[in-house]
């Protein structure tokens, strides 16, 4: 078995979605078994945060990692990146609380980690997991699980009363092979952009949040249809869904071999499956 990290540097500045606030993240190549984790170089002593599962604190239209006052807000497109590039270990240096939203899709992150390339890190005792029976989680006609598969595969639906969006399916599968992975993930899942709901974009703002929305970084939707087409792909809001569910299950260090289904889901029930996994017992 073996691992890999950046072979070499990746520096990115951009607007947070909910915040607003300006920030500076580097990407820096990370030593073997270490995983995926951030450090707030803007705060004293550098606080380090992991990208585990047990460091989520919370999971409002967004996924956040942190404890206490040290957080950092918005990962999961980010972290998504990453991991669906093949990059095991990454240090993530940010000057502030929230990861740049960027385009609102994951294509920016996919193209700098293609650019710099990847370096491979051998490692002895790893081990696959593999899911042998279904493990579920529901919230009234919501849900998301891991069922026994060959292969690790994400699906997702979702549905909507606009016309635009309505009813959408997609599923993409995450090969072994590295370099097909990342290849089938930059192009059918990386460039899905986030999506909001004309009705909703005022109670959010009145709540203290998309304060760093735009139209240049979300797709918004009315009872018209698009408020800025061209859409990149008929179906890409259920492929930034898609993008949001490898994001947030990247929290368990490497995917386990599983079918991972989800519907009309969110951020809170994507962790609460991936919570589900590691207290399940291979």
């Known amino acids: 078995m073996e691992q890999h990290t950046l072979?070499?540097?990746?520096?990115?500045?951009?607007?947070?979605l909910h915040s607003g606030v300006s920030t500076q993240v580097r990407i820096l190549p990370a030593e073997a078994g270490t995983g995926r984790y951030f450090?707030?170089?803007?705060?004293?002593?550098?606080?380090?945060?992991?990208?585990?599962?047990?460091?989520?604190s919370h999971t409002v239209l967004s996924t956040q990692l942190g404890k206490g006052e040290v957080?950092?807000?918005?990962?999961?497109?980010?972290?998504?990146?990453?991991?669906?590039?093949?990059?095991?270990?990454?240090?993530?240096?940010?000057?502030?609380?929230?990861?740049?939203?960027l385009d609102g899709s994951a294509s920016v992150w996919t193209a700098n980690i293609a650019q710099v390339g990847l370096v491979s890190q051998p490692l002895n005792n790893q081990v696959t997991k593999v899911i042998t029976e279904p493990i579920s989680v529901y919230q009234g006609d919501a849900f998301v699980c891991a069922l026994p598969a060959p292969e690790t595969r994400f699906s997702y639906g979702i549905d909507f009363d606009l016309p635009a969006i309505g009813n959408q399916w997609y599923s993409w599968s995450l090969t072994t092979e590295l370099e097909?992975?990342?290849?089938?993930?930059?192009?059918?899942?990386?460039?899905?952009?986030?999506?909001?709901?004309?009705?909703?974009?005022?109670?959010?703002?009145?709540?203290?949040?998309?304060?760093?929305?735009?139209?240049?970084?979300?797709?918004?939707?009315?009872?018209?249809?698009?408020?800025?087409?061209?859409?990149?792909?008929?179906?890409?809001?259920?492929?930034?869904?898609?993008?949001?569910?490898?994001?947030?299950?990247?929290?368990?260090?490497?995917?386990?071999?599983?079918?991972?289904?989800?519907?009309?889901?969110?951020?809170?029930?994507?962790?609460?499956?991936?919570?589900?996994?590691?207290?399940?017992?291979?």
């Not at 170089?41 to 380090?48: E, F, N």
């Not at 590039?85 to 993530?92: K, L, P, S």
């Open 7 to 16: 072979a070499g540097e990746i520096t990115q500045i951009g607007v947070g």
């Open 39 to 56: 450090v707030r170089v803007d705060l004293p002593d550098l606080p380090l945060i992991p990208a585990q599962v047990a460091a989520v």
């Open 71 to 101: 957080y950092v807000r918005t990962v999961e497109h980010l972290l998504a990146a990453l991991s669906g590039m093949g990059v095991d270990n990454a240090r993530i240096e940010i000057d502030g609380p929230e990861v740049p939203l």
């Open 180 to 282: 097909k992975a990342s290849a089938s993930f930059a192009a059918e899942i990386a460039p899905a952009r986030t999506f909001g709901l004309l009705h909703q974009i005022e109670h959010l703002q009145k709540t203290g949040l998309i304060k760093g929305g735009s139209l240049d970084n979300a797709l918004v939707c009315g009872p018209e249809g698009w408020l800025n087409p061209p859409l990149r792909f008929a179906n890409e809001p259920v492929r930034h869904k898609i993008l949001d569910l490898v994001g947030d299950l990247s929290l368990l260090g490497t995917f386990p071999i599983a079918h991972f289904l989800a519907y009309k889901a969110s951020h809170n029930l994507h962790i609460q499956l991936a919570q589900r996994i590691l207290d399940f017992r291979f």
